[in-house]
Nanobody, 122 residues
């Protein structure tokens, strides 16, 4: 099963940065795409971005474009979500997922990580 990990603690100050990583316990990532989603308290799951695993082509949600970098390291079988200039409204549980296409919908992904909480607050 995928695991989604933070680079540091889950509490980040506004304007700060955080990197999330996602892997299947080091096993080869065999899906076409890795997607990233988030779910804030009381809200529906929201698309953040996705990356084509083979070619490393990222796609971003318009709402977060410019503050995100999605990448992957094929040698480490790990995907990354780098978030900068974080805002309190970025507080959410963040998920990674694997799927057969760069879908912007959560229904396009069949395997999900357990999620990790990111809190942006001063």
């Amino acid at each position: 099963r995928f695991s989604c990990r933070r680079s540091g603690g889950g509490l980040v100050q506004p304007g700060g940065s955080l990197r999330l990583s996602c892997s299947d316990s080091g096993r080869p990532f065999r899906s076409y795409a890795m997607g990233w989603f988030r779910q804030a308290p009381g809200k529906e799951r929201e698309f953040v971005g996705t990356i084509t695993w083979a070619g490393g082509v990222p796609y971003y949600a318009d709402s977060m474009k410019g503050r995100l970098t999605i990448s992957r390291d094929k040698n480490k079988n790990t995907g990354y979500l780098q978030m900068n200039s974080l805002k309190p409204e970025d507080t959410a549980v963040y998920y990674c997922a694997a799927g057969p296409s760069n879908s912007y919908s959560s229904s396009g992904y069949s395997h999900w990580g357990q999620g990790t909480l990111v809190t942006v607050s001063s």
